[in-house]
């Protein structure tokens, strides 16, 4: 017998699935000659080395280029024969052995042995089907095309030929034909292959829901119509549409298909694959291991194989050991993007920096759409301080993302996504750019995660204006994050109350740079350990001290966080005094994916000190608080069908207050006390509904409260607060240029005094809308405008939307009364190195109150005007930043309002100098200067007149100020910041509108803080 070889360069194809079986080499045969079959030994070392010269591409882009790793299962192209001949037993046992030219030739000598006639055409018919599905797995489609294309016309046949068809034009990346193909084979009503190439091909364009639901109706098929037959047939079906699941984000119900599917034939290659795939994800990595050690006894060069044990051993604690199984993987495929993208992670954990770098430049070659890589240079960047390189990685992985959406559903695509905006925000605010920061959190699409929640909680903390949006985000986040999880940084001035006197600065960061929950082709999460506790500690000039200790454990079912803070200060001047201490415990409870509640208790004890009126003497005083107050909290989830839940808040609150108050003589000299009690209580009940680019919110709302006073001297006098609010939210991405962001609602406030002469009440419709044009990655536009009435409610928190198109819409001072606001502002990324930020904002408050002459209700107006230009230098290259802005505020009071500090109106303009320098990967060197000018007019009560009379004072200042602080990350869970604030000591005459978060500190403080975490 003489026939030729001809070689052809083929191409091993990985599993699509995490990993699914033996890596296949296979050569086309075209002819034989001068060569016979041997066995044994010999043969298989012969094609050991024959096969060893072929450099396998390891993944394939395929569909719509839509695929970072879209690479075919051996599964879906093995056809099974009807009626399998010995010679076809023989072939496909020689496959599954390894031999691959044995396969090959056994198959060509039984096509030339084949009888004629009907039984020889179908025997023919076969042997083409699984020659076919020999060369698809080598990836050679054309002579696929080419062997199936005589089929399409048999009757018999015609289904899986189409299927296998459908493969073959998969591999060529004509997606629609293939769906085509698909779809003619599964309406010819043909066995399990046709099924399974539509779910290929559905996954191919993205369509991960399709492909479930098609494998779902299959399973059902098989079950309902012959289920004595189910068993191994269903092994596959069953974990096809459990993976498919997991694409979805829907680990619980890929759990239950993949007990079925074991129960059915647990030792198939693909269940097991299956299996170590779904124990990963869902947290049970011990039976992970045992799955892919399983796999490894088949075929101990099963890259994929080998990378889930690495990662399984990792989750476990066995570092060493899972790295060492990451390095084999990778030398068994060494052009594998996935194993090499968890290799560098791997590497950069145990401090091997540059091989980590290698291994990603390797990863984004190999496979130029996948943004994993680039994220994690990124966050390699970011611990590295070098916040500008992050930055240009994660544009890069934005740009990408897309690409993922054959093997990530909607839920882990959006995840992905604000996953990548909080890394980049990150960077946002290393680089200084904090109002930035915020609003590319806020710009994320669809539903926000409880990570994202977190995220922009937690850069609000120390910023101005930022507390009554900080209370309200974290609040959010609780009805969804994992339980258990650490609580987030208490605020010294507890829920709205306790005016810090020497501050402190409050630094907030983006917390959370990482996936909280491993999922399908993410697998970040196994790589960390929960941080169960923190604690940092404060100390400074003017008897300045404070610590915090936060604690969380748990479960992914149930959790508990526990968190106390103490801040304590004398402050520059009497009555400036601060000592504050915060408790807060939380437990939360997830009985399933679909449903969690929690209760939260925070006990609040204040003892400071505020002026009041400080232009008037006859009027004003000194005063000295102590507040006690519990804020209780129930919450509950539940999740009614996709991507739609209902939420219910009920809270308590209970404050007990006393009070001295003194005159404004030296020493001063005391004039009475006043005692307090209010009791309040609300609840809130919200309907949530999202998809992939919108989420709505539809929410009541109802808090009453009773307060009651009485002062030393006989008076006394108490009130009834109650509010009601109905409102919807809207946040729509119309393209990819222009997002959304729309509400409206109807609110009611009353204040009913035991003098009813003196009750208020307010009604209105209270309409929202931003917008957000943003035509390239660099450039943004957000206006905003709306009418709101702050919110009543319970310990200062709702769960109503906290921003309209990225601007903040309760302020400390806001609930209760009438706010008009408008704001307008961008951000233009100039170059590589320069970035515009301006931003301009109106708002417009009335405040009920009584008319002294006519009795009737009015609304005293306060007006607040804010611009800001900043210009912002980042030269690439250099390891530091400069940032130029200029600063204008003006506050205006109506004629008959009289405000607690006596401003009547005050102007500020500021010019800022801020420089960034980035000294090493551990240390960071911040200085910022300004040089102010106030202008202003107290007011204040002139008892020479009949009242309600004014007399009115001008006052303005020019002054200097120099902050300046060095931070020092002397380990992964340590730091240690060294600053000092208003460095000369300069005193002025400013009156700040957010005592929460003041702009200036009142005279010198120097301060350490140190933190640690476990």
């Known amino acids: 017998m003489s026939e030729v070889f001809s070689l052809f360069r083929l191409h091993s194809v990985q599993p699509f699935l995490f990993f699914a079986g033996k890596h296949l080499r296979v050569l086309l045969l075209s002819g034989i000659a001068g060569l016979s079959l041997s066995s044994g030994a010999a043969q298989a070392a012969a094609e050991d080395v024959f096969l060893g010269k072929i450099q396998p591409q390891s993944e394939l882009t395929m569909g719509r280029g839509r695929s970072a790793l879209w690479t075919l299962p051996d599964v879906a192209t093995q056809y099974r024969p009807l009626r399998p001949t010995p010679a076809l037993q023989a072939a496909q046992q020689a496959q599954q052995e390894g031999r691959f030219l044995d396969a090959l030739i056994l198959l060509e000598d039984a096509l030339k042995n084949a009888p004629v006639g009907a039984d020889g055409g179908d025997t023919r018919a076969e042997m083409n089907l699984l020659r076919a599905s020999f060369l698809l797995q080598g990836n050679q489609p054309r002579q696929v095309l080419e062997i199936l294309a005589p089929l399409h016309g048999n009757t018999r046949y015609a289904a899986d030929a189409l299927a296998l068809t459908a493969m073959a034009l998969l591999q060529q990346g004509r997606l629609q034909e293939a769906l085509d193909a698909a779809r003619r084979a599964q309406e010819l009503r043909g066995g399990m292959l046709p099924h399974l190439a539509l779910s290929y091909a559905l996954q191919g364009s993205g369509r991960l829901a399709e492909a479930r639901e098609t494998m779902r109706g299959f399973n059902a098929q098989i079950s309902n119509t012959s289920p004595s037959q189910s068993g191994a047939l269903q092994a596959v079906t069953l974990a096809r549409e459990a993976e498919l699941a997991l694409t979805l ?83 068994a495929d060494p052009g594998s993007a996935l194993i090499l993208t968890y290799l560098g992670r791997a590497q950069q954990q145990s401090g091997q920096t540059e091989a980590a770098k290698a291994s990603w430049r390797r990863a984004q070659q190999a496979d130029h759409n996948d943004p994993a890589p680039w994220l994690y240079q990124a966050q390699a960047a970011l611990q590295a301080n070098r916040p500008l390189e992050a930055q240009e990685s994660l544009l890069q992985a934005q740009a990408l993302t897309a690409y993922r959406q054959v093997y990530r559903g909607e839920n882990l695509l959006r995840e992905d996504a604000q996953l990548l905006q909080a890394n980049l925000a990150e960077a946002q605010r290393q680089l200084g750019m904090d109002s930035l920061a915020f609003h590319t959190l806020a710009d994320a699409s669809g539903e926000k995660t409880a990570v994202t929640l977190r995220n922009q909680a937690d850069l609000l903390q120390g910023q101005r204006f930022g507390e009554s949006a900080r209370r309200s985000l974290l609040l959010q986040s609780l009805f969804s994050e994992r339980p258990g999880k650490l609580p987030a940084t208490l605020d010294v001035y507890g829920d709205g109350a306790g005016q810090t006197g020497a501050s402190t600065p409050q630094h907030g960061a983006v917390s959370e740079l990482s996936a909280q929950q491993a999922s399908y082709n993410n697998y970040d999460e196994l790589f960390g350990s929960r941080t169960t506790l923190e604690a940092d500690a404060i100390a400074g000039s003017k008897d300045t001290q404070g610590e915090q200790i936060r604690l969380g454990v748990g479960s992914d079912t149930l959790g508990l966080g526990l968190a106390q803070r103490q801040f304590k200060s004398d402050g520059f001047a009497p009555f400036e005094n601060l000592d504050n201490r915060i408790a807060h415990g939380i437990v939360q409870w997830r009985p399933t994916q679909s449903t969690q509640a929690f209760v939260s208790q925070q006990t609040f004890n204040s003892q400071r000190g505020e002026v009041f009126y400080p232009a008037d003497p006859a009027s004003g005083s000194n005063a000295l608080y102590g507040d006690d107050s519990k804020v209780t909290r129930l919450g509950l989830r539940h999740s009614m069908m996709e991507n739609s839940e209902l939420r219910a808040l009920l809270s308590r609150q209970q404050t007990d207050q006393a009070a001295d108050y003194y005159d404004f003589s030296i020493p001063p000299i005391y004039k009475m006390s006043a005692y307090g009690s209010s009791s309040a209580h609300s609840a809130e009940l919200q309907y949530r509904r999202s998809g992939a680019s919108y989420a709505t919110q539809w929410g009541v709302q109802q808090f009453r409260g009773q ?53 208020t009440r307010l009604q209105h419709w209270l309409p929202k809308l931003g917008v957000v044009y943003a035509p390239d990655s660099g450039t943004h536009v957000r206006l905003a405008a709306w009418r709101g009435m702050g919110f009543f409610a319970a310990g200062d928190a709702t769960l109503a939307p906290a921003s309209l198109a990225g601007v903040l819409l309760n302020r400390y001072g806001d609930s209760g009364n009438l706010v008009h606001g408008v704001s307008l502002g961008g951000d233009k990324q100039l170059s590589p190195a320069w970035l515009l930020d301006a931003q301009a904002q109106r708002r417009k408050m009335g405040i009920p109150n009584i008319d002294w002459e006519s009795g009737q209700q009015v609304l005293f107006e306060q007006q607040v005007d804010e611009a800001k230009l900043a210009l912002h230098w980042q030269p690439e290259g250099k390891p530091w930043t400069v940032s130029l802005a200029y600063d204008h505020e003006r506050i205006r009071n109506g004629s008959q309002y009289l405000a607690n500090d006596s401003v009547d109106q005050q102007r500020l303009r500021s010019s800022q100098l801020a420089l960034r320098w980035f000294a090493s990967a551990q240390c960071t060197a911040n200085l910022k200067w300004s040089h102010n000018r106030v202008t202003g007019t107290q007011k204040f009560n002139d008892w020479s007149l009949p009242p309600p009379s004014y007399a009115f004072e001008a006052y303005q200042d020019s002054f200097a100020q120099l902050d300046a602080d060095l931070s020092w990350q002397f380990n992964r869970t340590g730091s240690l910041t060294a600053g000092v604030r208003n460095a000369a000591d300069t005193r002025f005459k400013y009156l700040d509108i957010d005592p929460l978060s003041p702009r200036f500190s009142n005279g010198r403080l120097v301060y350490a803080n140190l933190k640690f975490a476990w």
């Not at 030393?712 to 997002?739: E, I, N």
């Not at 729309?742 to 009750?759: M, P």
């Open 249 to 331: 984000d829907q680990p619980h119900a890929a759990r239950a298909l993949l007990v079925q599917a074991q129960a059915a034939d647990a030792a198939h290659p693909y269940v097991v694959a299956v299996s170590g795939l779904v124990y990963l994800i869902g947290g049970q990595a011990k039976e992970a291991k045992a799955e892919f050690e399983t796999a490894l006894r088949r075929d101990p060069q099963d890259a994929k194989a080998l990378l889930g044990l690495g990662l399984a051993e990792i989750k476990l604690g066995n570092f060493p050991a899972g790295q060492e199984k990451l390095q084999a993987a990778h030398e």
């Open 707 to 759: 307060i009651d006073y009485w002062y030393s001297f006989p008076y006394s006098f108490g009130y009834t607060q109650k509010a009601r609010q109905v409102y919807a939210a809207w946040q729509q991405a119309l393209s990819p240029s222009w997002q959304l962001d729309a509400g409206l609602g109807w609110g009611e406030v009353e204040n009913q005094y035991d003098d009813a002469s003196q009750s």
